[in-house]
């Protein structure tokens, strides 16, 4: 149901959510990377730098790896093409941008019919 007559579709929100995904992290790393260059060394060390860094990162790198093990298993399951970028999206950006672009074509799937959750559940 609509609220305040305005209905968002899913795979519109997960599309806006990709271009958040990428343009508020990039907001972030592409002066740092300006500033230090591609030195991975110094990337670690201040991403780690105290406690609560420590706390993001690993957030993110666990969550990094349970994203690609989300995508090969559903992808599989509902046999979503384009597999790969969603990962490339996720070593390119990470997180933010890897899964709401997954979400984005596991929905385009759906609504296409080219993914049938019911069929490929009963195949499981």
Known sequence: MPT???QVNRKNAYLFLCVLGVVLPY???VPWLVENGLNA????RQLFANRIGGFFGWDVLISGVVLVG?????????GIRQLWLPIAG????GVSFG?????YLRERALESGGANP??????S
Do not use: D, I, Y
Not at 70 to 78: Q, T
Not at 90 to 93: H, P, R, S, Y
């Open 70 to 78: 989300f995508v090969r298993s559903e992808g599989k399951r509902l």
């Open 41 to 44: 060394q110094s990337f670690v």
């Open 99 to 103: 899964l709401p672009l997954f979400l």
């Open 4 to 6: 305040r007559g305005v």
């Open 90 to 93: 996720l070593c390119a950006v």
């Open 27 to 29: 907001s972030q790393f």
């Open 118 to 123: 019911v069929k490929a559940a009963a195949q």
